[in-house]
């Protein structure tokens, strides 16, 4: 991509401007960069850039960027900015181009995702990538708008946040009221406007040229990423530049870990090889020219913790290593509660690390080797190191794991860990390490505590469940008084007015009950689960402060057939099996008997699972929740597959998922479903839910219409071309009239035509209005011509023509949703449409759960469905001059 500043230099006069003119050399780092400025111009907006080919990438995002994946924010593309603008805070003159106020609202580093690089995902016009910043993290794509393909003049794309740890269900645009001063000098709009206030401390310049007062203080989270990536600013006494070189390491700051798999007891196959458990923190060892970080699994530097062990760790060569701390009680075994003992007082030159990972050697990434060449390349490392004590390689077993757990438990070891010898190392959670555990351990969070005549008693502790923190139970030992003098400073810290718990079960409100915001927590041994999914004889371990708490998830061991190695003879992965009543997790979702079948098979000979469909979901999610969310939704139910009995559900049930919404509707006094979140579609996966059927109302007003839905019903005998040619017919009636249209299949023989609806501040249309309208129009197509087209329902009237049903357009009506499967031979869906694809040879049953994945990414189809809505009360008049005129 040219590096061609131009087009910003002619737009900008520099005797006027503060903005800098981009003359400044500034290097790229072995990082990209990105900030986001907050620019009060003619209308307030957020410049999002992005560092690539010596340039900032630059978009006006109107609204500014948004963490709620249902909001998609208009990203216009405007010209190349120089780096050195990454450093710019102040006021633009009026009268000149962007005369305004311009705060650094975000800053930090960005990579990029998939596998085109990030120019070729540019020029396809779908560019993904992840924000590493003080205030925005996570992954983002911008994709330009359908019309601007093809090089035209307008650059318009969309900013849409994914589905992510860092995406949330609504009020996305909270993160731009809670942020309202500058991330690099904390001052507001009106400040920086006027003048006042320190200056924004550098990001970009630091590898540069860089006044003494500039410098950056080492509290100060971007100048600690800019230290350990090598490009420390250092103050002067006099006010000359200096010049900084940055280190030609290729090793990165920190790598995501490896994760394990959780199953009730190790992989049997052969391939495998066994490690001991270690009961301590995490940690990642990164070592540069003697200089060492140590970083817990979410990349927070703990180096000054460790500082003994940071010591042992300086005389190794350059590399990164994945390992775990922990104390040792007398007999060398790792001791959880003296781990916390000696952070909480300081005590931690015994402390040892245990190294089972080479990650990087020097500039050599070492991910993609098996694993054995790694720890054989690791344990070279440390020994010609000197084999320090508090630096341990940890050794493995390539008997039995069922055997290796035995011996690990019988010396109350915690368990072992379980890896495939010849695996990559891949970051994240992967099915090519497993633990297996001696005794039932879980990570919790405490959201309150109980007392006894003013005396603490018990934990009160949760878990994640999708948006959900629910109750699991109380722990009850544990607590000697030294622990309880340390952790109660820490509860009160934390205490709030409410229960902090969601969902049934959750404990009631009394005196002896002190509530806390779920941010602590803690590690626990327990006896097991109960029916009701609460934990048995809950013993405390422990806090732990290297996790997060909106990552602590129920954790349910899985058989571990399902993590067999691939067949040596066709090296194929052996086809996933549970055992009778394994769970599986999908979007934080226990799937119970992932394995029932619910379609005999997709069209492809093999059966559609009940996680097939949970998975499916998780595919379509993001795309599907925006049509049925703030709407009340019924579902088709087939618990034993579609061969078996159906029902249809409107209302809720007892024991109803908590990730679905009750919503209760005038006229009925029982609660109706509602998703209303990504998650809520595994929930209806798990209890067999095949089909979603929306009412078509404006989300979270049921009285209110929200589109219009045209069934085409096709009777015996009639070809799809013919539908086909319906559904373009009542496209260009709805064209005449004022109104936009979508199509889609049904998932059977049938077209929808799908209209969206502009609602009006003022009076609301009616759903008898609604309907009326619907009905005139489907009856004028069928006076035109009825040996083609009918609108009663009597099944003897339709041989040879098209019913046209209009009667989805009523308050209680529903029609199926777009990407909803169908229960019906080859799990077919009803797929949205371009207009392009509703041609003759379109076959609806190309379009089943398999497929849709793979297809709705390639897919531009409803991609301006809110840009379509028009107000139905124009149309009802154009509609009654039409008929008018034609009488």
């Known amino acids: 991509m040219a590096n061609n500043l131009s087009t910003y230099r002619a737009k900008r006069d520099f005797k006027k401007t503060a903005e800098p003119s981009g003359d400044v050399e500034v290097r790229s780092s072995n990082r990209r960069r990105f900030v986001i400025q907050k620019h009060d111009a003619t209308r307030l907006h957020y410049d999002l850039r992005l560092e690539l080919d010596g340039v900032f990438k630059s978009w006006a995002v109107t609204r500014g960027p948004s963490l709620d994946p249902g909001d998609k924010r208009l990203a216009v593309e405007v010209e190349d900015h120089p780096l050195d603008y990454g450093d710019f805070e102040g006021t633009i003159p009026k009268g000149e181009y962007g005369g305004g106020t311009v705060m650094l609202w975000d800053r930090g580093y960005w990579e990029p995702e998939g596998n085109r690089s990030p120019e070729e995902a540019l020029a396809k016009g779908d560019f993904k990538f992840t924000l590493k910043g003080d205030r925005l993290h996570g992954s983002f794509v911008l994709v330009r708008m359908r019309h601007d393909r093809d090089g035209g003049k307008r650059t318009n794309w969309l900013l849409i946040k994914h589905h992510d740890a860092f995406s949330v269900d609504e009020d996305g645009a909270a993160v731009l009221e809670k942020n309202l001063k500058s991330v690099a000098s904390g001052r507001t709009m009106d400040a920086i406007a006027s003048g006042k206030g320190r200056k924004p401390k550098p990001f970009m310049l630091s590898e540069a040229v860089v006044e003494a007062d500039a410098v950056w203080d080492s509290s100060q989270g971007m100048a600690a990423e800019e230290r350990k990536a090598g490009r420390n600013i250092k103050p002067k006494a006099s006010r000359k530049p200096t010049s900084v070189k940055r280190p030609s390491s290729a090793m990165p700051d920190f790598i995501a870990p490896q994760l394990c798999a959780t199953l009730d007891r190790p992989p049997s196959g052969k391939g495998w090889i066994h490690e001991i458990k270690f009961d301590g923190y995490r940690i990642q060892m990164r070592v540069e020219n003697g200089e060492v970080t140590l970083k817990t699994r979410k990349g927070l530097d703990w180096t000054n913790k460790w500082p003994a062990i940071g010591s042992a760790a300086s005389s190794l060569p350059d590399c990164i290593i994945d390992g775990e701390i922990c104390a040792l009680d007398e007999n060398g075994a790792p001791d959880f509660a003296a781990l916390q003992a ?51 390689f940890v050794e493995h077993f390539e008997t039995g794991g069922d055997a290796v757990l035995k011996s690990a438990c019988r010396l109350s070891l915690e368990g072992i860990v379980s890896k495939q010898a010849k695996a990559p190392y891949q970051s994240g959670r992967s099915d090519t390490w497993a633990k297996s555990k001696c005794r039932a351990g879980h990570e919790v969070v405490i959201g309150a505590y109980a007392k006894t005549n003013g005396r603490f008693r018990s934990l009160l502790v949760g878990v994640n469940r999708g948006n959900h923190f629910v109750y699991v139970g109380r722990v009850g030992t544990g607590y000697g008084a030294k622990v ?28 002896d009950i002190v509530w806390l915001k779920p941010k602590l927590v803690a590690e626990i041994e327990f006896a097991g689960w109960t029916a009701d999914g609460q934990v048995r004889q809950a013993s405390f371990k422990g806090l732990r402060e290297d996790k997060p708490a909106d990552e602590v998830e129920v954790e349910t061991p899985a058989s571990p057939v399902e993590n067999e190695v691939p067949d040596p003879e066709t090296d194929k992965p052996a086809p996933k099996r549970f055992r009778r009543g394994a769970k599986v997790e999908v979007m934080g979702v226990m799937i119970s008997s992932p394995d029932k079948v619910l379609w005999p098979d997709a069209g492809d000979r093999q059966p559609v699972t009940k996680l097939d469909l949970a998975h499916y979901h998780e595919a379509v999610g993001a795309w599907l929740i925006n049509h049925i969310k703030g709407r009340p939704c019924s579902i088709i139910r087939t618990p034993d597959g579609i061969g078996g009995e159906q029902f249809f559900q409107r209302h809720a049930m007892p024991g109803t ?20 979140r990504v998650e809520g579609l595994a929930a209806i996966a798990q209890i067999g839910g095949v089909e979603l059927h929306p009412w078509n109302c404006e989300p979270n007003q049921p009285e209110v219409p929200g589109r219009l839905v045209f069934d085409l019903d096709p009777g015996p005998d009639v070809g799809f071309s013919t539908v086909v040619e319906a559904a373009r017919e009542i496209r260009d009636r709805l064209e005449d009239l004022g109104l936009v249209s979508f199509c889609k299949t049904t998932g059977g023989k049938g077209l929808h035509v799908v ?133």
């Open 484 to 511: 309880v003098e340390t952790l109660l400073p820490k509860l009160t810290e934390v205490e709030t007015s409410k229960s902090p718990f969601t969902g049934i079960g959750a404990p009631k409100k009394a005196a």
């Open 342 to 392: 000696a952070l909480s007082e300081g005590k931690t030159d015994d402390l040892v690390y245990f190294a089972f990972d080479l990650l990087f050697a020097g500039d050599e990434d070492l991910r993609e080797l098996e694993l054995t060449e790694r720890k054989e390349r690791l344990a070279a490392l440390l020994s010609d190191a000197g084999d320090d004590p508090l630096l341990r």
């Open 657 to 676: 998922s908590n990730l679905l919404e009750l919503v209760t509707v005038f006229g009925d006094k029982k609660p109706y479903l509602q998703i209303d």
């Open 755 to 887: 209209t969206p609806l502009a609602v009006p501040r003022g009076k609301k249309i009616s759903w008898d209005e609604a309907k009326g309208f619907a009905r005139d129009v489907c009856e004028q197509m069928a006076l035109d011509n009825p040996e083609r087209f009918l609108i009663k329902m009597a099944k003897n009237q339709r041989e040879g023509r098209i019913f046209l049903d209009y009667l989805r357009n009523d308050r209680m009506a529903t029609a199926v949703a777009p990407l909803s499967p169908r229960a019906r031979p080859g799990a077919t869906v009803s797929m949205p449409l371009t207009w392009m694809q509703v041609k003759a040879d379109l076959d609806p049953k190309h379009f089943t759960v398999r497929t849709v994945p793979d297809l709705l990414k390639k897919s531009t189809a409803w991609q301006d469905y809110c840009d379509g809505q028009r107000p139905l009360a124009q149309a009802i008049k154009r509609q009654a001059r039409l008929t008018k005129a034609v009488a």
